[in-house]
């Protein structure tokens, strides 16, 4: 695809900051005029890493612990002060800030047309003893694109808006994507009486935010007002990292089901029933564990299959267990495939039964539908990614997302940097500050083709 700039002044001199061999370079470049060679290929940035990086570096020291990563959860003294933080910045980059009434940030860049808002964002809260790149990346990278437009004087046609999702991982009130949720119109009122460990409720905690919680569902996004929502953020997983490839193109956020199974035979004597008497539920769960296994193992593709736990009951050492109690969870980005895998996971269950003399029944627990990334947004992704010369690997997201809330009223799609050795959720967790500039262009590159692009007659 064609160059998404709209104008282009002066990203060779930031690109090449970013790669300390040529910093001799830049600094020469001062006495001499920069020669077009020196900012063509993929070194030409118009966001400024060393301005992100400063701004994460920031972020960071807000719930930061000494051992290294943060607690930042959501509805906290730290997440409001990282918050009034990111509003600071946000207006500082001439956003108007507005925050709704599900304490979601949002700051609103104009546009020359009217036409539905093109969102971008992600969330600053992280679990207890996390790091300092999920969520952060995608929010600090986000402000960065508002930024590299304004220093370039660029006009979209699409008004922009930044977002700053509300309690994403759901340490606090067991409620995670809360923000998203609500403005998606998948959370209401209902959850306004949860009370946290302090007995504190989550209406209070949003008066504690300024906001008034009986207005809760004016937060919902009327359909219709986005053109899309688009968000960076680290893969959490170890693909990218593996490959070397500093692109991920989501295709969309796994769906998941997960059954509560219960394994039923008869307690008895460990000594005096015999083998062939037996109706062991232990040993048939066992199986039946190894079998969620083999299915999940049985095709081609990046499905995943757990059981977490298995109970069995009495639990003695002398008594053969007649109840056996274990979950199973599917996920996939093909709600069809997951249906396929449990189809012959039952048919696997049946077997078992009938060798093992015992009865397993399932009942359905949870069911989250999979979030298909919109090929447009996919597609702007990739062609922004192409156009800076750096590789790219389709993927899913295994991990829960903001967007895939936000998939139930407009178009979304994501952008993957790589996470170190696949870690997140960890102090350990750790990106690039190269891998994370280049992310936030591919972002910027992004927002300007989705702009071009959307909503022509
Ligand atoms: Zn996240």
Avoid at 140 to 158: F, P, Q, S, Y
Avoid at 220 to 240: K, S, V
Avoid at 309 to 324: C, F, S
Wanted: contains cysteine.
């Amino acid at each position: 695809m064609a160059e998404p700039r709209s104008t282009t002044t002066g990203g060779g001199v930031r690109g090449l900051v970013l790669f300390p061999a040529l910093v001799f370079l830049w600094a020469a470049s001062f006495a001499a005029p920069l020669s077009p060679a020196q900012g063509t290929g993929s070194s030409e940035l118009h966001v400024d890493s060393q301005r992100l990086q400063g701004t994460l570096e920031r972020l960071s020291e807000f719930g930061r612990n000494p051992e290294g990563g943060v607690t930042r959860i959501g509805f906290s003294e730290t997440d409001m002060a990282a918050r009034e933080y990111v509003t600071g910045l946000m207006k500082q980059a001439g956003l108007e800030v507005r925050v709704d009434p599900a304490g979601n940030i949002f700051g609103l860049r104009a546009g020359s047309e009217k036409l539905p808002t093109l969102l971008f964002g992600s969330h600053i809260d992280s679990v207890l003893q996390g790091g300092n790149f999920d969520g952060d990346v995608g929010s600090m990278g986000a402000i960065e694109v508002i930024r590299a437009l304004n220093d370039e004087n660029v006009k979209t046609r699409h008004p922009l808006e930044v977002v700053i999702w509300t309690n994403e991982e759901g340490n606090h009130f067991g409620l995670g994507t809360l923000g998203s949720g609500v403005a998606a119109g998948l959370l209401g009122p209902e959850i306004l009486d949860r009370k946290d460990e302090q007995g504190l409720t989550l209406a209070d905690w949003l008066r504690r935010y300024g906001q008034d919680p009986s207005n809760l569902t004016d937060a919902r996004i009327p359909p219709g007002t986005l053109a899309g929502f688009l968000e960076l953020h680290i893969e959490q997983g170890p693909n990218l990292d593996e490959a070397k490839i500093p692109i991920g193109v989501v295709q969309g956020i796994v769906g998941l089901k997960r059954w509560k199974c219960v394994a039923t035979g008869s307690a008895n004597h460990a000594g005096t029933t015999p083998m062939n008497h037996r109706k062991d539920a232990l040993a048939a769960a066992s199986k039946d564990v190894l079998a969620v296994r083999d299915v999940v193992r049985g095709e081609a593709g990046r499905q995943v299959g757990t059981v977490g736990y298995m109970r069995a009951e009495p639990g003695a050492i002398n008594v053969i267990p007649g109840r056996a109690e274990f979950p199973v969870e599917l996920r996939d980005l093909d709600a069809e495939k997951i249906d396929r895998m449990w189809e012959r996971i039952q048919d696997r269950f049946k077997e078992t039964d009938r060798e093992e003399n015992v009865e397993t029944r399932c009942t359905a627990l949870d069911d989250v539908s999979p979030a298909r990334a919109d090929p447009a947004f996919q597609a702007a992704i990739g062609d922004a990614a192409e156009s800076l010369g750096l590789a790219t690997m389709d993927l899913p997201s295994a991990a829960v997302q903001d967007a895939q809330q936000i998939a139930k009223i407009a178009p979304i799609g994501m952008i993957f940097v790589p996470s170190r050795d696949g870690i997140s959720h960890s102090p350990e967790e750790f990106s690039s500050w190269q891998d994370i500039a280049k992310g936030a262009e591919v972002l910027y590159g992004a927002v300007l083709l989705l702009d071009d692009r959307l909503n022509r007659n």
